[in-house]
């Protein structure tokens, strides 16, 4: 580390995660700022070790000091492994000793019984509440396998769960209780109780236990506005997520192209990553949040899939493509079972070969404080008929722009003739024209009908 990178971290200041600690600080001391800092977002300590010698007891003083770190590092439970601290000097008084604390760590710690976090620059006891959060949110406890206070078994409804156990052969053989008592959505010895998971899945009527909001709005514009249209999506987690996608599908523009020199009809975005945009929503949302609920924001040039809760375990918007991590296993599971979810844990890596095939930007992925968000842009206002794709495909065939122009207005009406051709492009010559119209036939793009004033053009592959 370099004394600029140094001055850097020191011109921010004693806050939440930079600190500023002497050599003499104790081992305990040390534990519970590491602690703290692994229980919230990450941080970085700047330990003081010696005047610079240049001698070799001030080299001993710094990897004395470095071990001291690392055992401090150990009290914590379960054992805190961090990078090994990097020594620097950051001015000509003093060696700095730089403590990184990953953020995102898979498990929550505590020193000596207590489980702190940071708050401005202090380290605070996490409340009983906090930390049954965030044990939630590592992974370590999990809100789906909890019992629904009240609910009995005849709460959920047979015909949901025969539909499903009709996907999952292995099952057959067990009565329905079993099945589910063995899928982690009932609890207790005789399987009485459904769980969380249960309830959201399976339920005859999941308001009455747990809420699980879902909206999706679609806007005029790019932005927020009075002009929207909303619709509140209730129901277990199966109904939610065809209906959602019913709704977005049905907000969304429809076009066309050319595929294959053939028109097609398209929507501005890939039903696939939609679906898989939403189906991620349902899977991973954290339903210990209450209050809040996914909200499915259609907008002129994007779609924003919001989920409550912040991503799970030691999974990062840098890793979110390849690394696996699920704080809903139960949910995963049967949505899997039902089809919901082609491969276990590949959800994400689909969504962005969908959009790029489709020739638009990758999917974003952003934690908000207390969520997730998936965004995927569109074409926005470029979507016009075969405007996109199609232009793209035939800029690149190198065809010119009256030829596009004419193309265009085919893909529209079905066919063309030289004299609609010459209105779309008034100062053009007859001759331009009818070498134009020719150039596309050699191209085997279009086929010339009749003869004569009876000539028209059509897509070839409609022939």
């Keep these: 580390m370099t004394r600029d990178d140094v001055g850097a971290l020191l011109q921010r200041g004693r806050g939440p995660t930079t600190e500023f600690l002497l050599k003499r600080t104790s081992r305990l001391r040390l534990a519970e700022t590491m602690a703290a800092m692994a229980n919230s977002e990450g941080g970085a300590i700047l330990l003081g070790v010696s005047p610079v010698s240049g001698t070799a007891q001030g080299v001993d003083d710094v990897d004395q000091v470095r071990d001291r770190v690392l055992q401090a590092a150990l009290l914590c439970e379960p054992p805190l492994i961090i990078p090994v601290p990097e020594a620097a000097t950051?001015?000509?008084?003093?060696?700095?000793?730089?403590?990184?604390?990953?953020r995102g760590l898979p498990h929550v710690y505590a020193v000596a019984g207590k489980y702190l976090k940071r708050v401005g620059t202090q380290n605070r006891p996490l409340s009983p509440r906090q930390l049954r959060r965030l044990w939630f949110e590592r992974g370590e406890m999990s809100y789906e396998a909890q019992e629904v206070r009240g609910a009995t078994f005849e709460d959920l409804n047979p015909d949901k769960i025969d539909s499903y156990l009709e996907t999952v052969p292995a099952l057959a053989a067990l009565s329905p209780r079993e099945s589910l008592l063995r899928r982690g959505c009932l609890t207790g010895r005789r399987g009485n109780h459904p769980t969380v998971a249960g309830i959201l899945l399976f339920a005859k009527?999941?308001?009455?236990?747990?809420?699980?909001?879902?909206?999706?709005?679609?806007?005029?514009?790019?932005?927020?506005?009075?002009?929207?249209?909303?619709?509140?999506?209730?129901?277990?987690?199966?109904?939610?997520?065809?209906?959602?996608?019913?709704?977005?599908?049905?907000?969304?523009?429809?076009?066309?192209?050319?595929?294959?020199?053939?028109?097609?009809?398209?929507?501005?975005?890939?039903?696939?990553?939609?679906?898989e945009a939403i189906v991620n929503a349902v899977a991973h949302r954290d339903y210990g949040v209450h209050g809040d609920g996914i909200r499915i924001s259609i907008f002129s040039d994007r779609m924003e899939f919001y989920s409550p809760g912040r991503l799970p375990g030691h999974v990062t918007v840098e890793n979110i493509a390849d690394e696996r991590f699920s704080r809903n296993a139960?949910?995963?599971?049967?949505?899997?079972?039902?089809?919901?979810?082609?491969?276990?844990?590949?959800?994400?890596?689909?969504?962005?070969?969908?959009?790029?095939?489709?020739?638009?930007?990758?999917?974003?992925?952003?934690?908000?404080?207390?969520?997730?968000?998936?965004?995927?842009?569109?074409?926005?206002?470029?979507?016009?008929?075969?405007?996109?794709?199609?232009?793209?495909?035939?800029?690149?065939?190198?065809?010119?722009?009256?030829?596009?122009?004419?193309?265009?207005?085919?893909?529209?009406?079905?066919?063309?003739?030289?004299?609609?051709?010459?209105?779309?492009?008034?100062?053009?010559?007859?001759?331009?024209?009818?070498?134009?119209?020719?150039?596309?036939?050699e191209r085997d793009l279009l086929l010339k009908i009749g003869d004569k004033r009876a000539t028209y053009y059509i897509f070839k592959q409609q022939a």
């Design 205 to 275: 009527d999941v308001e009455r236990f747990l809420t699980n909001d879902m909206i999706v709005v679609r806007y005029a514009g790019r932005e927020m506005s009075d002009e929207f249209i909303r619709e509140d999506i209730r129901g277990t987690l199966p109904e939610q997520v065809r209906r959602a996608e019913s709704a977005v599908l049905a907000n969304l523009r429809t076009g066309a192209r050319i595929s294959s020199l053939r028109r097609e009809d398209q929507l501005e975005y890939p039903p696939r990553a939609v679906r």
């Design 90 to 102: 950051a001015n000509d008084e003093c060696d700095l000793l730089l403590i990184e604390i990953p």
């Design 330 to 441: 139960v949910l995963v599971q049967v949505l899997s079972d039902m089809g919901f979810i082609e491969r276990l844990g590949y959800g994400i890596d689909r969504m962005i070969r969908w959009m790029a095939e489709a020739g638009l930007p990758l999917p974003q992925f952003r934690e908000t404080a207390n969520g997730f968000l998936v965004t995927l842009y569109g074409p926005g206002e470029d979507f016009r008929s075969e405007r996109g794709s199609a232009r793209r495909r035939w800029s690149v065939m190198g065809l010119n722009e009256r030829q596009m122009q004419a193309l265009e207005y085919l893909s529209e009406h079905g066919r063309i003739t030289n004299r609609e051709y010459q209105e779309l492009c008034p100062d053009v010559s007859s001759e331009t024209i009818r070498r134009d119209l020719a150039n596309l036939v």
